[in-house]
C-alpha cells in the first residue's frame, strides 16, 4: 500500500506516489524530486542497475505522476530531509504531463486571471498546499470550539423560495414553474432552528452574492462560517463567544501549523489576547479625525467607510495593540431590519475589524413578533419575507449570533487576497472552471 511521504520507513521498502516536481536525467544517473500532498522525496536511480528504464525516464515530465517502491535511505549528501530512495520499481500512473501553461518567465508573476484559467495547475505550489490545509484546520477548530459548547452543526437550503434579508444582490434562478433565489446567507433558518429552541447551532456552507465588486476582498459565491444562540442578555455575549472562537482556532493553527507559515510566507500568526477591545462608531471616528486627520461628511458616519475600515488596522494597533477591533453603534439604516434596538434606536450589534478588513457582522436579533414586524415594514419588506415572520408568532428566546468569510479569513492570515484564497473564485466575470 502507498504511503504518504511524511510517514516513510527509513532503512525499510517503502511505496510512494505522487507529481514529479524535478527530474534530472544523467548519463549514469537519474535523480527524480517527488512530491505527494505531505512532502517531497529524492529517488535516485542507478541506471547500470536498471538498464531497462532508459525509455521511460527519458519520458517523464515535471508533473508526470508516477508510482515508485523502494528502500529509503539516510544521505548527508540529499539536500531535502536527508533521505533518498534507490527504487525497486518506478510505475508512470498518468499521461505525460504536457508543459505548463502558466510557467512565467523568470523574474516575473503569472497574470492572476491566467493562473484561474488553470487552477488546477495553479494549486500545485508549497504555498497553496499550506494555504488549503490551514483553512481546512482553522474552520475544524471552530467546530471543535463549538462542539464542545453543545452546539449542533445543521446544513439550511442554499434554494429559497423569498428574497432573503435586504432583497437586493440575490442570483434568480428557474425552479420549475416559478422563480428561485440562490441564499444569501443562512440567516433566517438560523433563526428558525432557535424558535425551534436547538438553542446552540453553527452552519458551514456557500453563500451567495449577486454584487458586481471588483476588489480585494469580494467574491459572488463564498463559503460563510456562521453560528446562532439563544437565552443571550445582550450582543456583548455573541461578540464574547466570538472572540473566545477565534482565539482558540488561531491558537491552534500558530501550535500545528505556525513554523510553516513563517517558512512558507514569512508571515507570523499572531494568537490575539483576550478580550478583543471594543469602540463606538462615533469614537472611532473622532480618532481617526485626530490622529490621522481624517475626516468624513456627518452624513456618512452612520457606517464605516472602505477607507475608514482600513485606517483601523493602524488604530487597533496604536491604541490597543491589537489586530482585532470591535465597532458597535452602528445606524439603524445600514443595519438588517432583523437586529434588535436599544432604547434609543441603535441596533445591538457589531462589526468585527481585523487587520482592516471586515470579517463578521453579528448582532443580537429582534425575537419579539411585533416589534420585528414594525422593524420589517420600516424597510418595505414584510410581504416578502413572510415565511421568516411566522417564525416568531409562536414563542422565540432571546438569540444572537455572527457569521464569518472563511474564504476573507484565509485572505488576510496570509496577506493575498481573495481570488487565491479561495480554491475556486467566482466573481462576475468568472463562472470556470
Known sequence: ????????????????????????????????????????????????????????????????????????????????????????????????????????????????????????????????TLMFKVQSYFVNKCREFLNNRDFTEIHTPKLIGAESESGAGVFKVEYFDRDAFLAQSPQFYKQMAMAAGFERIYESGPVFRAEKFASRKHATEFTGFDLEFSY??????????????????????????????????????????????????????????????????????????????????????????????????????????????????????????????????GAQREHRYDVLLKQCQEKGLENDVKFYLDFFKYGCPPHGGFGIGVDRITMILFNEGIKDSMFIFRGPDRLNP
Not at 37 to 62: F, R, Y
Not at 275 to 286: A, G, I, K, S, T
Not at 323 to 331: H, K, M, N, R
Not at 332 to 356: N, Q, S, T
Open 1 to 128: 500500500m502507498r504511503r504518504m511521504i511524511k510517514n516513510i520507513n527509513l532503512g525499510e521498502v517503502n511505496k510512494v506516489a505522487g507529481f514529479v516536481e524535478n527530474i534530472r536525467n544523467k548519463k549514469s544517473m537519474c535523480f527524480i524530486v517527488l512530491r505527494d500532498v505531505s512532502g517531497k522525496l529524492q529517488i535516485t536511480v542507478e541506471k547500470a542497475n536498471h538498464p531497462d528504464w532508459e525509455e521511460m525516464l527519458a519520458s517523464i515530465t515535471i508533473d508526470t505522476v508516477i508510482e515508485a517502491e523502494g528502500k529509503i535511505v539516510s544521505s548527508e549528501y540529499v539536500k531535502l530531509n536527508g533521505m533518498e530512495m534507490y527504487p525497486d520499481s518506478i510505475k508512470i500512473l498518468s499521461s505525460i504531463a504536457e508543459p505548463s501553461p502558466i510557467v512565467a518567465p523568470k523574474g516575473e508573476e503569472t497574470n492572476i486571471d491566467l493562473r484561474l484559467d488553470y487552477r488546477w495547475i495553479d494549486l500545485r505550489t508549497d504555498k497553496n
Open 232 to 361: 443571550i442578555e445582550s450582543f456583548h455575549d455573541v461578540m464574547h463567544m466570538e472572540e473566545e472562537m477565534l482565539e482558540y482556532a488561531l491558537r491552534g493553527v500558530k501550535e500545528k501549523y505556525g513554523d510553516e507559515i513563517k517558512k512558507v510566507y514569512d508571515i507570523d500568526v499572531v494568537v490575539p489576547t483576550l478580550p478583543f477591545p471594543v469602540m463606538d462608531l462615533h469614537d472611532v471616528y473622532d480618532e481617526l479625525e485626530k490622529r490621522y486627520g481624517y475626516k468624513v461628511d456627518e452624513s456618512e458616519k452612520g457606517d464605516l467607510t472602505t477607507e475608514g475600515e482600513r485606517l483601523v488596522a493602524k488604530l487597533s494597533q496604536d491604541m490597543f495593540g491589537h489586530e482585532f477591533l470591535f465597532i458597535t453603534g452602528y445606524s439603524k439604516e445600514c443595519r438588517a431590519f432583523y437586529h434588535m434596538r436599544d432604547e434609543k434606536g441603535v441596533p445591538c450589534g457589531y462589526d468585527l475589524i481585523w487587520k482592516g478588513c471586515e470579517i463578521t457582522t
